[in-house]
Antibody
């Protein structure tokens, strides 16, 4: 079964750094765009940015440019989302998703809950 | 850049038909495919319609999608509503290398 498996829930303090992961399996990881989607508590879906693991071409949504870093390690079929200095407002569920050729997000990770609290 | 606007909430009775709308703010709705995702509480979204009107395998034919250039909007129609259809529904398209989501519609089946 084609799947994306994300790392587990995190509890952090403001100012701390964090890197969460999204591992693809049973498909050619380098041939599909992968994106990160934020869902704040009780709110909708927001695209943070996307990456093409084949060449690490990365595109950020304007609201998230400079706030996070998206990367990928194609040797282990894993994409990452990283913060250098977390804020309480980063508390949310973060999903990774695979984009197919028609821009459908056909495979989703299970989500990673990030809680930032002092 | 464009936005996708969805009604915040819709309610309908079991067995009825409901249509959820998704209006594009600028540019033609036909310019980029529209997808629809269902998200139940505590779960990741799943596709119910892709490429405007295509159903993934496993999605019942009670779900259908369309676009209307005159209103510059996309629609998701669910017929024969079941209580299990109660969920949040998001439309999504693509613009300048990023995914654009509508704000989501909470569908209540009561």
């Amino acid at each position: 079964e084609v799947q994306l498996v994300q790392s587990g829930a995190e509890v952090k303090k403001p100012g701390e750094s964090l890197k969460i992961s999204c591992k693809g399996s049973r498909y050619s990881f380098t041939n599909y765009w992968i994106g990160w989607v934020r869902q704040m508590p009780g709110k909708g879906l927001e695209c943070m940015g996307i990456i093409y693991p084949g060449d690490s071409d990365t595109r950020y949504s304007p609201s998230f440019q400079g706030q996070v870093t998206i990367s990928a390690d194609k040797s282990i079929s894993t994409a990452y989302l990283e913060w250098r200095s977390l804020k309480a407002s980063d508390t949310a569920i973060y999903f990774c998703a695979r984009q197919d050729d028609g821009y459908n997000l056909d495979i989703w990770g299970q989500g990673t809950m990030v809680t930032v609290s002092s | 850049n464009f936005m996708l606007t969805q009604p915040h909430s819709v309610s309908e009775s079991p067995g009825k038909t409901v249509t959820l709308s998704c209006t594009r703010s600028s540019g033609s709705i036909a310019s980029n495919y529209v997808q629809w995702y269902q998200q139940r509480p505590g779960s990741a979204p799943t596709t119910v319609i892709y490429e405007d009107n295509q159903r993934p395998s496993g999605v019942p034919d009670r779900f259908s999608g369309s676009i209307d250039s005159s209103s510059n909007s996309a629609s998701l129609t669910i017929s024969g509503l079941k209580t299990e259809d109660e969920a949040d529904y998001y439309c999504q398209s693509y613009d300048s290398s990023k995914w654009v989501f509508g704000g989501g519609t909470k569908l209540t089946v009561l």
